[in-house]
Structure formats: C-alpha cells, structure tokens
C-alpha cells in the first residue's frame, strides 16, 4: 500500500524559507517521479513542480529559482525548498506521486506567508 507522509510547513513573513517533507511507502521510490502541488483557496491544484528518480528537476515559472526540489532515494524522501517566500505562496502544498496508473498523495501541508 503506497503512503505518503508530509511534514513542515507553517507560518512565515515574506521573504523567509520553509522546507516541507515527504515521506514514500511502498513504491519503489528510486523509480518514481515525485511531485510537489499547491492548492490555494478557492484555486484549482497547481504543480509546483517535480523530480525524477534520477534528481532532474522541473519547476513552475512562480517558483522557478525560490523553490528547490531534491530527494534521497535511500530513505525514501523528497524534500520541497521554498525561498523568499511570498503571500501569494500561501496555499496548502502536496506532494504526489502515481503508481499503477493511479495518483497518490499526501496529507497536505498549510503553508501560510504573512506579515
């Protein structure tokens, strides 16, 4: 059964940093794409971007160069960098991944940018 488990995340003013967490369970992680979405209220879920199993990156024009994505495929986690962070950051994050044809996804995590 394929589980995973977000963490980090809060609240932060603008131009601070936050790292979220991910954890995966029963995939075979090294072989799987990991994704990062964000949510904010009243907005569709958007990809913020994501990383192959072999650590190549891709990421949405907003967060281009704020934003990092990275894992490590021995404990099985992907971590979601957020740099100078801005109000219009402010959304629940997701992780996700999709497996057998089907999408998996995290707990989500709040993240809120104010003053």
């Known amino acids: 059964q394929v589980h995973l488990v977000q963490s980090g995340g809060g609240l932060v003013q603008p131009g601070g940093s936050l790292r979220l967490s991910c954890k995966a369970s029963?995939?075979?992680?090294?072989?799987?794409?990991m994704n990062w979405y964000h949510q904010a209220p009243g907005k569709q879920r958007e990809l913020v971007g994501n990383?192959?199993?072999?650590?190549?990156?891709n990421y949405a024009d907003s967060v281009r160069g704020r934003f990092t994505i990275s894992r490590d495929n021995v404990w099985n986690t992907v971590w979601l960098q957020m740099n100078n962070l801005k109000p219009e950051d402010t959304a629940i994050y997701y992780c996700?991944?999709?497996?057998?044809?089907?999408?998996?996804w995290g707990q989500g995590t709040q993240v809120t940018v104010s003053s």
């Open positions: 990383i192959t199993g072999g650590g190549n990156t």
């Open positions: 996700n991944t999709r497996y057998k044809q089907r999408d998996y």
């Open positions: 029963g995939i075979n992680f090294r072989l799987h794409t």
